[in-house]
């Protein structure tokens, strides 16, 4: 882009170089009219140094730039306005290049509009150029002073420049400095443009002011609902303003549209139907998505998982996925709750398999868990083992007055059974 302006720029110099008379003498005539004579005369450059700019210039239109910067480092001038012009000329042959010799551009523009003499039009873009060369080099407060004078000396405001303006602020870490030059950029923007608003969240964000934030992406998003990634930001602002309803109605809509693809952003809706007291949903896509891949089969992702459809009480699935979990953890609490669901399930040997591994690993108040095996042992008449399951829980303080009744029952209905 900015290679594009240094060559329209270039054309239209030489042009007017090369068609307008090499004197003077066109404004000379006394008897102009007075409000011509108000007027401030147009500058060109001498015959000498028209040509040599007229060489430049064929050589430049050729592709032969380092041969057109030569033939203008060479030309040695006598008058302010044409020393001026070679310099511009020149630093827009440098600007052409880029790279290191952007900085010979900047030297050149800053020599070039330092003493006011170049044309009105010259002068301005001079000062624009150089201003976007200043934010290429990083140099931003030179840069906005720049883009200010340019602005002062056209009475011109253009959307893509209050876009720069709010980029060198940033830059140079104002960042409430950023919202006023944003908010012209989008009021100048003939059609939306999404790089002020990027700006302005960027500003909002940083500074942890959340909820202008959100008003910034409500409104994007209502400009452009194709954007993807304004559906997920604004369900996660959403979030950190903590309006839970809101980040998950959004998320879904995001889902609906086939705008989540990524396994933060699939979990991060799953948490949200969880927290919002929609478990079985959370459930549902989270198997969905371990199942296809896409959400790695860890024992975290499987725990919260087995969680989410023990919360939609379906103890069977539950009691599968803790399961799982408990085979890539090998930690005895998950153990614990796969027993405790397929004794709820009415799965008691199955039960009493998980519930003893839970036991072997080492699990924490063991009694409450020697309870439940109790149970599971009992509800399949296996009152032998229950007895013994049973006995074990009143060795624990914490269960004791409770195993003791469970014992006196136990025994009891063995007796009546004549199975002990």
Known sequence: ???????????????????????????????????????KRTKIVGPSVGKKVGKAFTAYSEDRIDEAIQILAEIETS???DRAYVDRFLANMYATKGGADSKKAITLLEKATKVEVLNEKEHSDSIKLLADLQMQDKQYENALKNYAAWMKATGEEDANTYVKIAQAH????QLDKMIAPSDKAIALFKEPNQNPYILKLTSYYERKQYKSAVK??????VLFPENKQWWTQLGMFY??????????????????????????EIKTLANLYATNDVPYKSARLLEKYIDSGLIARTDTNLFTMANAFHASQDAKKAAKYFGETAKLSNNPKHYRRQGMLLQQDEQYDAATVALQKAIDLGVENPGRVYMTLAEAYFYQEKYKQATVAIKK???DPK?????????????DTAERKKKL
Not at 8 to 31: E, R, W
Request: net charge positive.
């Open 79 to 81: 008058k302010e306005y």
């Open 170 to 173: 940033y830059s140079l870490k």
């Open 393 to 395: 829980a009143q060795a």
């Open 1 to 39: 882009m900015l290679k594009k302006l240094i060559s329209s720029s270039i054309m239209v110099a030489f042009v007017a170089t090369a068609t307008l008379p090499v004197t003077s003498t066109a404004f000379a005539a006394d008897d102009a009219p007075k409000a011509q004579k108000k007027k």
């Open 239 to 264: 979030m950190l303003v903590e309006d839970y309803p809101k980040a998950l109605y959004t998320l879904d809509l995001a889902y609906k549209q086939g705008y989540l693809v990524k396994e933060t």
């Open 399 to 411: 269960t004791k007055k409770a195993a003791r009744a469970w014992a006196s029952y136990i025994r």
């Open 216 to 221: 910034v992406l409500e409104e994007v998003l």
